[in-house]
């Protein structure tokens, strides 16, 4: 969580998003699939927990198979003003 709060120091005020070590990443953890089989683009996303900070590993199409685009930190956003649960 400690590259969110850097990315946060950089904001307006009034435009960062409220950063709680706290918030529930488990609603988002897991595989997730695009649900348009004959996409060109995404096909499948894995999220994860890596010590406390929302890890995203992003597959893209491919006529043979998946494309691995890596991964990066991702920045969880609650889904209200005194946020406990992620939302996505």
Do not use: C, H
């Not at 709060?5 to 529930?24: C, G, H, L, N, W």
């Amino acid at each position: 969580m400690e590259s969110t709060k850097q990315f946060a120091k950089y904001m307006k005020a009034d435009e960062r998003p409220s950063v709680d070590d706290s918030i529930d990443l488990s609603s988002l953890l897991g595989e997730w699939f695009n649900t348009k089989r004959d996409t060109n683009y995404i096909k499948k996303v894995i999220l994860s927990d890596r010590n406390g900070s929302l890890i995203i590993n992003a597959y893209g199409a491919s006529d043979g198979g998946l494309i691995d685009w890596g991964e990066a930190e991702a920045i969880p956003y609650g889904a209200g003003k005194s946020p406990l649960i992620a939302a996505g």
